[in-house]
C-alpha cells in the first residue's frame, strides 16, 4: 500500500516577515490601548473610549461601502437602533447591560435586513436618497413613541459600574468593556472579509457584471452587507448607551450620518485600520472646528476635510501606508 506524501508549501521569507510585522505592530498598539486609561485623566479616557464606539460603528460602514461598493446616508439611525434598543432593555426591562449587546446587535441586523431587501435594487444616488430617507424619519419617529423612547427628553440610565475585584474606576470600566467590543468586532470583520463572503463582495464593488458571470449572487450579498453594516452599528450604538448613561432623538440626526460616512472616507476606505482613524476624525475633528470658529464649525469642518482629501485622496489610512513603504528596511 503507497502513501502519498502532502508538501507543504514554505511561506516566502519575506510574506513571513511581513506578516512577523504586522502582528508585532497589532500586539503593540493593543498594548498601548490597555496601558493608556492608566494614564489618562477621566475626560481623555472618555475621549478614547468615544474614539473606540465609532471605530466599531465605521467598520460597518466601511463593509457596506469600502467592500461592497454601496452607498448609505442612514448609517447614523442604525447607531440609534442599537442605543435605544439597548437603553429600553436597561430601562424598561431591567436587563443586565451585558445581555443587551447581541439583542441590540441582532434588532439593528433584522431592521438592516429588512430595508437592505428593497434598497438594494437601487443604486448610485437613488440608494443614497432611501438610505437618507431613513436617518431623516427616525428622529421625529422616536419621539412619537414617547412612553417607549421617552419622546423628546429621552432615557436616563444608570451607567455600567465596576466590579470590586477589578479595582478600576468608572471611566476605566467603560473604556475596557468598549475596548473588548471593539477587539471581537475587527477580529470577527477580518476573519468575514478573508473568507469566501469576502470574495464575494469584492467581487461585486469591483465589477457587478463579472461577478454576476461568475456565479455571485448580486441581491444576496448586497442585502447581507447591509444587513452587517447595521449590526455592527447596532453593537455600537448599544456600547454608546453604557457609555454615556443618556439617549434622546436629537443625538441621531441625519449629521450624525454624514459624519460617519465623512470619517470613513477620510479614515480610508477598504481597509481595517481606516475606521479606527475615522474614529478619531469624528471624536476630535469637530471639537477642533468648534473651538477655532465658534459662529461657523461646519466650515472649519469642511475645510478640514478637503485639505486632508487633497493630502491623502486614499485617506489617512492610505497615506500612512504609503509613508510606512518608503521607510528602508533590511533585508
Avoid at 494614564?39 to 460597518?60: D, I, N, R, S
Avoid at 437613488?126 to 423612547?149: C, D, G, N, Q, S
Avoid at 478573508?194 to 461585486?204: D, F, T
Wanted: aromatic letters at 10%; glycine letters at 10%; charged letters at 10%.
Amino acid at each position: 500500500m503507497s502513501t502519498t506524501k502532502v508538501q507543504v508549501k514554505p511561506v516566502p521569507v519575506r510574506e513571513r516577515r511581513k506578516l512577523d510585522r504586522r502582528w508585532a505592530g497589532l500586539g503593540l498598539l493593543l498594548a498601548a490601548a490597555i496601558y493608556a486609561p492608566f494614564q489618562l485623566v477621566p475626560f481623555h479616557v472618555f475621549q478614547l473610549t468615544m474614539v473606540l464606539v465609532y471605530a466599531v460603528a465605521l467598520l460597518g460602514l466601511n463593509l457596506l461601502v469600502g467592500h461592497a461598493g454601496q452607498i448609505s446616508l442612514g448609517h447614523g439611525a442604525f447607531f440609534a437602533v442599537g442605543a435605544y434598543a439597548a437603553a429600553i432593555l436597561m430601562d424598561r426591562w431591567a436587563l443586565p447591560y451585558p445581555l443587551t449587546l447581541p439583542l441590540a446587535a441582532a434588532v439593528a441586523f433584522v431592521l438592516g435586513l429588512a430595508l437592505g431587501v428593497p434598497a438594494m435594487r437601487l443604486r448610485g444616488l437613488y440608494l443614497a436618497l432611501v438610505t437618507l430617507a431613513i436617518a431623516i424619519f427616525l428622529v421625529p419617529l422616536l419621539k412619537r413613541f414617547e412612553e417607549l423612547t421617552g419622546g423628546s427628553m429621552g432615557l436616563t440610565l444608570v451607567k455600567p459600574a465596576p466590579p470590586a475585584w477589578s479595582g478600576l474606576a468608572e471611566d476605566q470600566w467603560l473604556y475596557f468593556l468598549t475596548l473588548a467590543v471593539t477587539v471581537v468586532a475587527f477580529l470577527l470583520a477580518a476573519s468575514l472579509l478573508r473568507s469566501r463572503v469576502g470574495r464575494a463582495l469584492h467581487a461585486v464593488r469591483d465589477n457587478e457584471t463579472a461577478a454576476e458571470v461568475m456565479g455571485v449572487r448580486l441581491s444576496f450579498y448586497k442585502t447581507l452587507a447591509f444587513a452587517w453594516s447595521a449590526m455592527f452599528a447596532g453593537a455600537a450604538g448599544c456600547v454608546y448607551t453604557w457609555v454615556i448613561g443618556f439617549v434622546s432623538p436629537d443625538s441621531f440626526t441625519v449629521n450624525l450620518s454624514i459624519t460617519l460616512l465623512a470619517g470613513l472616507v477620510v479614515g480610508g476606505l477598504g481597509s481595517l485600520s481606516g475606521p479606527v482613524l475615522g474614529g478619531l476624525f469624528v471624536m476630535f475633528v469637530p471639537s477642533i472646528s468648534q473651538d477655532v470658529n465658534d459662529a461657523a464649525p461646519g466650515v472649519i469642518f469642511g475645510l478640514l476635510i478637503i485639505a486632508v482629501m487633497y493630502v491623502a485622496p486614499t485617506g489617512l489610512a492610505g497615506l500612512a501606508g504609503r509613508l510606512i513603504k518608503k521607510i528602508p528596511r533590511k533585508e
